[in-house]
């Protein structure tokens, strides 16, 4: 059974940075493109930031660019957000996204950030 279990949310001031991080389990790891996506309250889900299976090819959100860092530790089956320079319109709740093609697919519950003015 495929699991990803997002951790690392939490209240903090604008300005201020937050580490979040997804454990994965049940899968072959580094045969799956990992992802962070948000959804603020209201609004759609939007891809935050997604790494590659080479663990070199990144993209990035428009609103994150420039603030954010995804990374992998392929050796722990973690994949990593680091945040800075939150803002209020950081406020989300953030989900770990696994993908590998159509039907195979997966996501954790998510973690939610609410970052203060």
């Known amino acids: 059974q495929v699991q990803l279990v997002e951790s690392g949310g939490g209240f903090v001031q604008a300005g201020g940075s937050l580490r979040l991080s997804c454990v994965a389990s049940g899968l072959t790891f580094r045969d799956f493109a990992m992802s962070w996506y948000r959804q603020a309250p209201g609004k759609e889900r939007e891809l935050v930031a997604s790494i590659g299976t080479d663990a070199r090819n990144t993209d990035y959100g428009a609103s994150v660019k420039g603030r954010s860092r995804i990374s992998v530790d392929y050796a722990k089956n973690m994949v990593y957000l680091q945040m800075n320079s939150l803002k209020p319109e950081d406020t989300a709740v953030y989900f770990c996204?696994?993908?590998?093609?159509?039907?195979?697919?997966?996501w954790g519950q998510g973690t939610r950030v609410t970052v203060s003015s």
């Open positions: 996204n696994a993908w590998r093609g159509a039907g195979n697919e997966y």
